[in-house]
C-alpha cells in the first residue's frame, strides 16, 4: 500500500470560516509534509513533521495551522484564509525526513477555494 | 539554498516518438533526484528515481541519467503514448532535512 489519502478532495471557505484538511497514511513513514501548489506551478513545501514534531515551517502565515495527532494522521487547520490562498494543497509522506533521502508519495490533493 | 532549472517548458511530440526532458541542479551535496508525473487535477506521481552513487536507471519505457560532475539529470521516454501527457516534475533533494526542492515542470503532449 503505497496510498497517501486526503480529505476532502474539494473545499470551498469563506475568508471567516475555520475548516481542517486532513491526511492519512499507513505505510509507516515517520515523515510528513504539506505543501500547497498553484496552477501551472510547482509544489511549494509549507511544513515538514519528522516523527510527529514539526521540523520545518516554511515562514508560512498563522492563518495555517498544521498538526500530527499520530504518526499516520495530518492535519491543515484553516482559519481566515484570504483569495489568494485558493490552491491545490498536497500532502506527502516518507519513510524519514533524513539527508539520506527517500522516495515521497503524494495525496491527491485538497482543491481549495477561498470566497 | 537549492536551485533546479527545467527544460524545456512544453514538449510535444508524435505517439511513438522518444521525448527528453533536462534538469540541472545547483548544490553539490544533492543525492537524491525523483521524477514525478502529476496528470490533471491529481497529486503527483513518482514515476522514477536516481541517486548519486548510479549513473542510469532504467524502467520498461523509462530511463533517468544523471551527471554528478555536470550536475545535471535527465528523463528519458522512449514510445510515448498519449496516456504519457502530463506534467513532469524533476526534483532534488535539498539541504538539511530531505525536503524536496522541485523544477517548474514540463508539460508534455503525446499527439495520436
Known amino acids: 500500500d503505497t496510498e497517501v489519502t486526503q480529505t476532502p478532495k474539494h473545499l470551498v471557505m469563506g475568508m471567516t470560516n475555520k475548516k481542517s484538511l486532513k491526511c492519512e497514511q499507513h505505510?509507516?513513514?515517520?515523515?510528513m509534509y504539506w505543501y500547497k501548489q498553484k496552477a501551472k506551478k510547482p509544489p511549494e513545501l509549507m511544513f515538514v513533521?519528522?516523527?510527529?514534531?514539526?521540523?520545518i515551517n516554511e515562514s508560512v502565515p498563522s492563518r495555517f495551522s498544521p498538526e500530527c495527532p499520530n504518526s499516520s494522521l495530518l492535519n491543515l487547520h484553516l482559519h481566515a484564509l484570504q483569495p489568494e490562498d485558493s490552491a491545490l494543497y498536497l500532502c506527502?509522506?516518507?519513510?524519514?525526513?533524513?539527508?539520506?533521502?527517500?522516495?515521497?508519495?503524494f495525496g491527491q490533493g485538497t482543491r481549495l477555494t477561498v470566497v | 539554498g537549492e536551485n533546479v532549472e527545467q527544460h524545456p517548458s512544453t514538449l510535444s511530440v508524435q505517439e511513438g516518438d522518444s521525448a527528453v526532458i533536462k534538469c540541472t541542479y545547483s548544490?553539490?551535496?544533492?543525492?537524491?533526484f525523483p521524477w514525478y508525473k502529476q496528470e490533471l487535477g491529481k497529486g503527483p506521481q513518482l514515476i522514477i528515481d536516481?541517486?548519486?552513487?548510479?549513473g542510469e536507471k532504467k524502467d520498461q519505457r523509462i530511463a533517468v541519467t544523471l551527471n554528478k560532475t555536470a550536475k545535471h539529470f535527465s528523463l528519458h521516454i522512449t514510445e510515448t503514448q498519449p496516456e504519457d501527457s502530463a506534467v513532469y516534475f524533476c526534483?532534488?533533494?535539498?539541504?538539511?532535512?530531505?525536503?524536496?526542492?522541485f523544477g517548474k515542470g514540463t508539460m508534455l503532449l503525446v499527439s495520436p
Open positions: 506527502a509522506s516518507s519513510q524519514t525526513a533524513t539527508v539520506t533521502g527517500g522516495e515521497a508519495f
Open positions: 505505510m509507516g513513514h515517520r515523515a
Open positions: 513533521y519528522s516523527y510527529e514534531k514539526l521540523s
Open positions: 548544490d553539490s551535496a544533492s543525492n537524491y
Open positions: 536516481i541517486r548519486s552513487n548510479v
Open positions: 526534483a532534488a533533494e535539498g539541504e538539511g532535512y530531505s525536503t524536496l526542492t
